[in-house]
Nanobody, 117 residues
């Protein structure tokens, strides 16, 4: 089992910044990727950013150039630095950890990000 603890959400004005953290504990040795999905009211869930065990990153087009995902393997933690925030970034952000052998996805509790205009 893997437990994910998220932190860093909050309320910011448009153009501001937030840094999300997701700390993993438990049976973490076979985790292949971590990152964040987000869910906004009336919108589909979308993958915001991910980072693999090899260090490869990917982002949804709408956040490229504004968000940066990184990891600290020693702390079993991933970070999402969000800059130049826009109201359309408002959503609940869910940290995930993915294992592909066998295929299992673990989820954090979610953290609310609200960007006001």
């Amino acid at each position: 089992q893997v437990q994910l603890v998220e932190s860093g959400g909050g309320l910011v004005q448009a153009g501001g910044s937030l840094r999300l953290s997701c700390a993993a504990s438990g049976s973490i040795f076979s985790i292949n990727a971590m990152g964040w999905y987000r869910q906004a009211p009336g919108k589909q869930r979308e993958l915001v950013a991910g980072i693999t065990s090899g260090g490869s990153t990917n982002y949804v087009d709408s956040v490229k150039g504004r968000f940066t995902i990184s990891r600290d393997n020693a702390k079993n933690t991933v970070y999402l630095e969000m800059n130049s925030l826009k109201p359309e970034d408002t959503a609940v952000y869910y940290c995930y950890a993915f294992r592909n052998r066998p295929t299992v996805t673990y989820w954090g509790q979610g953290t609310q990000v609200t960007v006001s205009s």
